[in-house]
């Protein structure tokens, strides 16, 4: 679904953060991309999600090159890959629920079209009690649920996830972790950037590594 | 070192098997072990309310907005309604002075005043653009000196010249020229004063006075206008998280621009009214206090300056077109503001 081919990447006249950068995303994969802090994972990220454009190589994203894809084709894109914030990203004047919504709601649908699904996925996060509350007073683990349901709300073909455990605590990213195998095995491909070595030790999973702004890959 | 990914983690590959629903399908997501459903409150049931709204309605800086608004139109609209008030007065100034002209005739040793009076008064009234000619009799002309002679005065015992007020029709004047050589040629004394010298220095003043106060509403709109635009960027800054958020979730640049733009609109249209209307307050209160004190000397005073102290059709007119003005400018900013801002986001999608 995308394919990275001898990318790299510099801000500016700056030295290049990513180096000759090649690998795809395949349907229903699951991978976790871990490196040093500083080594590049968010930009490589952004770059998945489309906020970046590389400075060299090729990207090709659901088999559009992405130097050709337009301004008016990026959301329709986007809505297929959904992005779960280290930081969440979450509109604190609108419930979870509506957070949830968003995606949908900003498509102009109707909510009486959703409504089950929100609630349904909302529960299946594990905050069916916490629907109609401020993200102000939810914990961090439960904005990160909050974040998750609503990078999935679209059903999206591929997720990414930066350091999606990297404010709860143990128990809570096993439970995360499980959510987003199980999610996997309903058909999305999953990335998981993170630092966490106990997290990735916990599955059997592709290990895409940078370093130095270069990727190593671990099937 | 790279190889081909495998298809799922653990398990090597999903085991349900089953078609993942994609996008606009319903979802068929699976039941997370161990993941526990907690109750579901009431209120999920009742959920009949109305959506927040995407852009907040009610943050600091969406009041202090509101109110540098509200100041900034009252204080444009104070301007334009002086600038009108000025205009009109100054209008009325030159339009009364150049309505009139007045014959003066100097007593002399066994002149004939009053027959010289009629005289001169028949001549001009066959004047064509000459509505009228009056004879300022003795007494009026008694009261005229009175402030300075005092009163009970005679004035067959002074030798004070008598005057023959000439209306005239403003917009077919008559000949002065001529008019002045008829009335001298039979007449002796007499002389005619057009009040074109008078005229002339009203018209000039009234034109510079209407320029330095068109000059002042300018620079009153311009501030406003300015003041109008930071203060919106300045609001919208605070909300530069959402519009990342609906850019991030696949929300398009007219959708964004859309929500914003409303509710700006709304904030502006809620300050430049409670501007315009408090404009309006005061205005109506000034004509008020002059219409209820017209005999007393202070409003004698300003209403000899300003007439009736009212701006006018044209002026409350011109408050409504502020009003408008300033939340169409309101609205504007913010639609280029979030333009610019999603251009930002994508000139860094550029790298």
Known sequence: MIRFENVGLRYGMGPEILRDI??????????????????????????LFMSLKPTRGLITVFGKDRTQITRAELPHLRRRIGVVFQDFRLLDHMTTWENVALPLRIRGREESGYRNDVTELLKWVGLGDRMHVLPPVLSGGEKQR?????????????????????????????????????????????????????????????????????????? | MTRPPQAAPGTKAPKDGGKASRVGETPRLPKLPDMPVRAIPRILNTRARRPTPIVPSGNVAGRALIFVIAIMTFLSCLTLGAVTLVRDTASTWQSQIAREATIQIRPEDGFDMDAALAKAAA????????????????????????????????????????????????RNPPDFNAMRQALTGAVEHLSLDDHRAW???????????????????????????????????????????????????????????????????????????????????????????????????????????????????????????????????????????VLSHLNDLDATSSG
């Open chain 2, 199 to 337: 005229v002339d220095r009203l018209v000039s003043m009234a034109r510079t006075t209407v320029a330095i106060g068109m000059a002042v509403l300018a620079l009153m709109l311009a501030a406003t206008v300015l003041t109008v635009v930071f203060a919106t960027r300045g609001a919208m800054a605070g909300n530069a998280h959402i519009i990342e958020v609906l850019h991030f979730v696949g929300a398009e640049g007219k959708f964004i621009a859309v929500e914003f733009r409303s509710h700006f609109l709304s904030v502006g249209m809620k300050g430049a009214a409670i501007g315009g209307a408090l404009a309006v307050l005061v205005f109506l209160l000034i004509s008020w206090w002059t219409a209820s004190n017209l005999a007393t000397p202070q409003a004698d005073q300003a209403t000899a300056l300003f007439g009736t102290f009212g701006i006018g059709i044209p002026g409350y007119l011109g408050v409504i077109a502020v009003v408008i003005l300033i939340s169409l400018l309101t609205a504007l900013t913010t639609h280029f503001t």
């Open chain 1, 22 to 47: 090649s690998f795809q995303l395949p349907e229903r994969s699951f991978q976790f991309l871990t490196g040093p802090s500083g080594a590049g994972k968010t930009t490589l990220l952004r770059l």
């Open chain 2, 123 to 170: 001549i001009a009234e066959g004047f064509d653009g000459v509505r009228s000619a009056e004879i300022v009799d003795r007494e009026a002309t008694a009261r005229l000196l009175e402030p300075w002679l005092g009163s009970g005065l005679d004035i067959d015992e002074l030798p004070v010249p008598r005057l023959v007020v000439v209306t005239i029709n403003e």
């Open chain 1, 146 to 219: 909050a974040a998750i349901a609503r990078a999935l709300i679209e059903q999206p073909e591929i997720l990414l996830a930066d350091e999606p455990t990297g404010n709860v605590d143990p128990p809570l990213a096993r439970r995360l972790l499980r959510l987003f195998i199980e999610l996997n095995r309903s058909g999305t491909a999953v990335l998981i950037a993170t630092h966490d070595l106990s997290l990735m030790n916990q599955v059997d999973a592709r290990r895409m590594i940078l370093s130095d702004g270069r990727l190593d890959i671990y099937d």
